[in-house]
């Protein structure tokens, strides 16, 4: 038996005990506990590694410490890539990471970061919170015994670091490239060599010429990686990535002992991390554009040829994965709050943007 067979018997054996005992009061923790959170950033990464900390640093002012967050970046108790196991068994009480690196275990938990030309970081919270896209992170949740909320945005992320320019689609073929999720597998559409690395390990292998290019986030998280002092060469507009939600995830089992209060702070928690962060990626990234390009970096855009074949690519991901029902299901409300969404924004705040740039020049 597989584990989603093995998770959905249970469940309705799980019903029927219920029916069996209503009413019985539900089992809180009591007393002070110390909670373990396990991320998918090296310590001190720019941004994301703010938001795991203010998750965890909220969660424990908001409770008055009785629950006090302990955060172990990646490889302090498990590796980056370790997180979703160790809170699925229990080793760990939480992680904070992105999703997207977790399509191994469903493809659909790509949405809870980023797919390609998938949605900007507003028109995700417009879904996440307002158009059922919580929900169905809940629901694919429960198949893992999880508890999850988006914890932080990046953002719309860079199209990536290379050490050549791209002037065609051919020029991906054979080339070593450190690009996470649905994006990537678009990318190895291209003939390009998809490596998924941890991103306190991106600069080493950029470095020691394992992989020919990287996309990390944006300026400010890239410059702070030092990804400038390897290439000079760098794509500011990416199709893998408008706007990457970054979640915090409980083991359902931990997170259903806390008290009422405390499952609505850790939610409140997550929520304000979300906002924080995003803004505080967007406030950072145009100061340190600008100082890339004073340092010499040439800022570039891929030529619509490249875009057309990002695109092509992309759709083809999605088409493989149409048939898995909770995948599909996802991409269809996913794509239909986004064209909802946009449709609006661009009539609004595309149309300002666009007079106040030409008003103001």
Known sequence: ??????????????????????????????????????????????????????????????????????LKAAGELVGAFEVFDAVTSGQADMYHGADYYFVGQHPAYAFFTAVPFGMTAQELANWYYQDGGHDLHDELGQIFGLKSFLGGNTGAQAGGWFRKEINGPEDFNGLKFRMPGLGGKALGKLGASVQNLPGGEVYQALASGAIDGTEWIGPWADEKAGFQEITKIYYTAGFHEPGAGLSLAFNRDVFESFTPAQQKICEIAAGEAHQFNLSQFLAENGAALQRLAAGGVKIMEFPDAVWDAFGAASMEVHAENMGDPLYKKVYDSAMASMTSSSAWIQRSEGTYRAQRDRVLG
């Open 1 to 70: 038996m597989d584990r989603r067979s093995f998770l959905r018997t249970s469940a309705l054996g799980g019903t029927a005990a219920a029916a069996a005992g209503t009413l019985a009061a539900p089992a809180y923790a009591q007393g002070k506990r110390t909670l373990t959170l396990v991320t998918t950033w090296g310590r001190g990464l720019a941004g994301v590694h703010d938001a795991a900390q203010r998750c965890a640093d909220t969660i424990t002012a908001m409770t008055d410490g009785d629950l006090t967050v302990d």
